[in-house]
């Protein structure tokens, strides 16, 4: 299983970018999806998650600015990003729960993380 996400870049404040993230290979289904980032000399903190029923949370910094959907028969996440700070400034991760076959119990893997850099 593969997880690849696209969309980081440079932008300035008050800007906005979409990433996504598919999923790939033998999967039977994929449950929970969601997106983290990591600031330089910072920890890794959840962004936004989403349920494949579509529920969704957010981390209290992003509220109100950014929107996480996915399409579960892509297997793919988007995150929206709006009005960007430039504390939104992070290596975003994607990640999900992956059921390999059914039965089996979930696996969660990790993208590869793409750059998000917001200038002031």
């Known amino acids: 299983v593969q997880l690849q996400a696209f969309g980081g870049g440079l932008v300035q404040a008050g800007g906005s970018l979409r990433l996504s993230c598919a999923a790939s290979g033998s999967i039977f289904s994929v449950n929970d999806m969601g997106w983290y980032r990591q600031a330089p000399g910072e920890q890794r903190e959840l962004v936004a998650g989403?349920?494949?029923?579509?529920?969704?949370a957010y981390a209290d910094s992003v509220k109100g600015r950014f929107t996480i959907s996915r399409d579960n028969a892509k297997n793919t996440v988007y995150l929206q990003m709006n009005s960007l700070k430039p504390e939104d400034t992070a290596v975003y991760y994607c990640?999900?729960?992956?059921?390999?076959?059914?039965?089996?119990?979930?696996?969660?893997?990790w993208g590869q993380g793409t750059l998000v850099t917001v200038s002031s």
């Open positions: 990640n999900a729960a992956v059921v390999l076959r059914y039965g089996l119990a979930e696996t969660k893997y």
């Open positions: 989403i349920r494949r029923s579509g529920n969704a």
